[in-house]
């Protein structure tokens, strides 16, 4: 074998080692970034040791972003937050964010589900009328409730697109249902007159329950969605930082 080939043998390998101990950096850069910002959340949202949370580092690679002193984008998976009466799964987004925790990042957004069971228990009874059955579905909070006119068995849901304000979800029927058939309000009182208004006219005044104990205070911009048996609530908000108190303290109820 020639000099020249012996030596394009070598800086072949030296390429390949150099490529590989990239790799492996850029591996272990990603772990390390990902252990620190799973960290930040913890004490943000006040997690035990056990509590599962995923963190994934979005972007290009990673040892670019730490040299530019912010990383692209991160994910985060935290099910199971329990706050006040609720508890929710939390898909939070962060993009532009600073990697001193002190710093504010960009924007952050953070998704939360609550089930269908915890927003049965939130709500209870809508006024003096005791909910037989709360439902999630078609993009509505299905109030369902029961009685008897005259011996004949009356169901009638009332459907609910929820708004939410400063972590209050309001509750107001936008539309009515009576066994199984969509009527208006007008009609509805033709039909039944007024022997059940007692029973219904609490259900159809709404109601509203608070969420803002779950919710960062730093995170303002709030909407409210009804997903596959889920209310899901997104909140964002820009300059906020991971380590700052805008994640870490909560709203108030009271």
Known sequence: ?????KGLIIALVVVIVIGVLAVVAEFVARGVVADRVEQQLREAFALDAEQPVDVS???????LQLAAGELTRIDASIPGVEAG???AD????????????????????????????DVTRALGAVGDTVVRD?????????????????GIGVELVAGIVPTIDAGVVTLAPTSLELNGSRVELDDLRGQLGGVADPLIEPLLAGGQFCIAEALPVGLTEQSVDVRDRELVVVVGGTDVALGGPELANRGSCS
């Open 134 to 150: 709360i439902e999630l579905v078609d993009g509505e909070i299905r109030l369902v409730t029961g009685f008897d006119i005259f």
């Open 1 to 5: 074998m020639s000099r020249r080939a």
């Open 85 to 87: 009466s609720i508890r």
């Open 90 to 117: 939390v898909e939070l987004v962060g993009e532009g964010v600073a990697l001193d925790p002190a710093q504010p990042s960009d924007r952050v957004e953070a998704t939360l589900s609550v089930a269908e069971s």
């Open 57 to 63: 580092v979005a972007g290009p690679v990673v040892l």
